[in-house]
């Protein structure tokens, strides 16, 4: 048995959010991307407690709060600090510059609670560090240090334990430097999945890990290559593996490959081949996104062997359509290739494809902005986009130019969230960046354009795929405006949790104000209900089911149609006894049919299936009424009988001929009728949206009736 430690460690990672325009903290009831950085710190935390690294004696107990979704309880934690024996850690993971006056306070707020064993981590501090004037730290980084929290610059693996330890013995540093040499990634310890963390995401289902960091391109308003650097580094494949089967146990079967640029990862291939193994051979089939650069739609094997693996969606960095422009910002990599043939390409091996591109380069005007959002709908036809306003990053060299010129950049690091003017532009200027970034989303996201992307989808998957997809864009763009990424559903906003430094409104001032916020943003998603539904109506695919029945009605008709003039010829002298089998076969067969079809379709709860079946039943009863006549009719020799058998089944053979034409136009019709039955129809579009799956595949008929 363990003895009694000697110390607990209580190490509380947060993945800080930040401030909207009014100063309160973004968070939704659910999210859309859980925080990679905080699964990676996680994975760490858990490893240095399982090595021991700080000895026998102490006790790692780690929680992780990710403020895009959850409350972080600063006062429920910060009780926990009960020193020597009790010391609360407070690890303030992968900051973005927009999050960092978000963490700085959470920060302060931990210090205010007497929690002074703290750290600040992520992009924002570890390339603001890397590309300042050599021998000085910038000046909001160098306040924190001196408010004695600690920065820590780079990436941890490798290192985690030993900053723990150092915070157990007392000998914190205010700066680590961990930005070379960077760590090797091979073997790591790996991500670690929450579930109860990916409860508070759209998908439960949904992970994040990644495979390399690096990127070997120059992008001069990208920070990436200055954090992570420009020699890529990968994890072992089959060290995520292993990572992969146990969250698969798990039901974590969707992933996002966080990669800035998966093209790029040396070990791209043995990756996908390790997918495609556990695929092929254990029956893991995972799904997964990644990021990639245009040009790797050159790269032999790469796009057939991630479709193999799982690949749903790729991410690309279009950026601009402008030659010259690509050339200003470093981007060469994009002037050779074609984004075009590249979205084809994905698009024609069934990965969706999005485009990522940015708004504001120095050589942009609003005019030309709206032309390359034309070219972009019309001939490079990505299934989704989303749109940047050029930001000049801590971090990225475009930063540093600007700070060299001594260009006006915004003081507020919340606004570099890449939505907001933080520069001035030398096209646009009075809001008109603002308005073309604004614009840009409107046009793509047209109801014609959302239609022809709806339209250009090939199988029923990619159909619902691109179809959740565009909810999520347009519901963050249109219902809360926001952008997609930082995006979520249902907006929590505390009314005392507002920025420090703006007042807290009194409850007569905020609540009719939120309530009115509230209202608005419910009535626009009646209307964006109401849009997507339409959408359905007029793009959706015709369930198998359908088309199958349809096919299936024809040719019954036809068939009877042809034994019609059959009947005129017949007599007591000629092989009666042959049309009567002939007849009540089809009649069985037919009854099977519609046996079948009725079992699929109640088990898909398929309300227009549903609602044909009395008529489908109808066929089927005219078909065997008039089986029955002839054969009851068959053995009697009576002319005149065999006038009356003539007369009575010709007729139902009629009614059945009719039915079929009644039935297959009322399947048909049934779609087009958007107007009818609007609520009915709105629970039907619900039950798809959750459902997403209406194939045959699901619910099989019989193969020898498929087959027929
Ligand atoms: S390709 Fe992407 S990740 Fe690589 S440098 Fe350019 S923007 Fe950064």
């Not at 609670?113 to 004037?133: K, N, Q, R």
């Not at 074609?338 to 120095?362: K, L, M, Q």
């Not at 369930?543 to 010829?569: C, I, M, T």
């Not at 002298?573 to 002939?582: C, E, I, L, Q």
């Amino acid at each position: 048995m363990r003895d009694q430690p000697t110390q607990i460690l209580h190490v509380v990672l947060i993945k800080a959010t930040r401030y909207d325009d009014d100063g309160y903290p973004m968070r939704h009831w659910w999210g859309v991307l859980p925080s990679n950085t905080l699964a990676c710190l996680v994975g760490l935390t858990d490893a240095v407690q399982r090595d021991h690294t700080l000895g026998d004696g102490v006790e790692i107990r780690r929680y992780m709060y990710d403020e895009a979704v959850q409350k972080v309880p600063i006062r429920k934690l910060a009780r926990l600090h009960r020193p020597p024996y009790e010391r609360v850690i407070v690890g303030l993971v992968g900051v973005q510059s927009n999050q960092f006056p978000r963490a700085c306070d959470i920060a302060h707020a931990f210090q205010r609670e007497g929690v002074h064993d703290i750290l600040i981590g992520g992009f924002h501090v570890s390339g603001s560090i890397a590309l300042a004037e050599p021998g000085t730290i910038p000046s909001e980084i160098q306040q924190i240090m001196d408010e004695g929290i600690t920065v820590v610059k780079g990436e941890v693996e490798g290192h985690w334990g030993d900053i723990l330890k150092d915070i157990v013995e007392d000998r914190r540093k205010r700066l680590y430097d961990f930005g070379e040499p960077k760590p090797d990634m091979s073997y790591q310890p790996l991500p670690v999945v929450d579930k109860q963390y990916l409860k508070h995401f759209m998908q439960a289902n949904f992970a994040t890990l990644d495979l390399s960091r690096g990127c070997i391109w120059d992008c001069e308003f990208c920070c990436i290559i200055n954090v992570h650097g420009k020699t890529m580094r990968h994890r072992d494949a089959e060290h995520i593996a292993a990572t992969i089967r146990r969250n698969y146990a798990l039901g974590v079967n969707f992933y996002f490959f966080t990669d800035d640029n998966l093209a790029r990862a040396k070990n791209w291939e043995a990756f996908f081949d390790m997918l495609i193994r556990l695929r092929e051979e254990e029956g893991i089939a995972i799904e997964f996104m990644i990021q990639a650069d245009v040009p790797s739609y050159r790269m032999k094997n790469f796009i057939l062997k991630a479709k193999q693996a799982g690949c749903t969606k790729v991410f690309l960095g279009v950026e601009s359509l402008d030659t010259e422009t690509l050339q200003a910002a470093g981007k060469r990599q994009n002037v050779a290739a074609s984004a075009r043939d590249c979205v084809a390409a994905y698009e024609a091996a069934g990965i969706g494809t999005h485009a990522g591109y940015i708004i504001g380069f120095p050589t942009d005007t609003y005019e030309s902005v709206m032309r390359s959002i034309d070219r972009l709908i019309d001939e490079v036809k990505p299934s989704t986009a989303s749109f940047f306003m050029l930001t000049p990053l801590p971090g990225s060299m475009d930063h540093v130019k600007l700070r060299q010129r001594g260009e006006w950049m915004a003081e507020d690091f919340n606004l570099y969230d890449s939505f907001h003017e933080t520069t001035r532009h030398p096209h646009m200027q009075d809001g008109q960046w603002t308005k073309a970034y604004q614009d840009a989303w409107a046009k793509f996201y047209s109801y014609d354009n959302i239609k022809a992307i709806l339209l250009r989808t090939k199988t029923e998957s990619a159909y619902w795929n691109t179809f959740k997809n565009l909810i999520w864009y347009k519901s963050s763009i249109f219902v809360y405006r926001e952008h997609p990424m930082i995006s979520g559903f249902i907006r929590f906003k505390g009314r005392k949790a507002r920025r420090p430094g703006l007042p807290i409104e009194p409850v007569w001032v905020y609540w009719p104000k939120r309530i009115a916020e509230l209202g608005g943003e419910y009535y626009r998603w009646w209307l964006l209900f109401k849009e997507c539904k339409s959408l359905w109506l007029e793009t959706r695919k015709e369930s198998l089911l359908e088309r199958y029945a349809v096919e299936k009605l024809s040719r019954l008709r036809d068939e009877v149609a042809s034994r019609l003039p059959q009947l005129g010829s017949i007599n007591e002298s000629v092989a009666d006894p042959h049309f009567a089998t002939r007849l009540s076969q089809t009649a069985q067969e037919w009854g099977q049919f519609v046996a079948d079809l009725e079992r699929s379709w109640r088990s898909l709860r398929h309300i227009e299936g549903l609602k044909v079946l009395p008529r489908l039943h109808g066929v089927w009863h005219s078909l065997s009424q008039a089986a029955t006549q002839v054969e009851g009719r068959a053995g009697q020799v009576s002319q005149q009988l065999w006038q009356d058998v003539r007369a009575e089944t010709g007729r139902a053979l009629q009614r059945t001929v009719e039915e079929c034409e009644a039935v297959r136009d009322m399947l048909q019709s049934l779609r087009q009728r958007s107007l009818l039955r609007e609520a009915r129809r709105v629970m039907q579009f619900v039950r798809c949206l959750a459902r997403k799956d209406w194939s045959l595949e699901a619910i099989p008929l019989p193969t020898e009736q498929i087959s027929q």
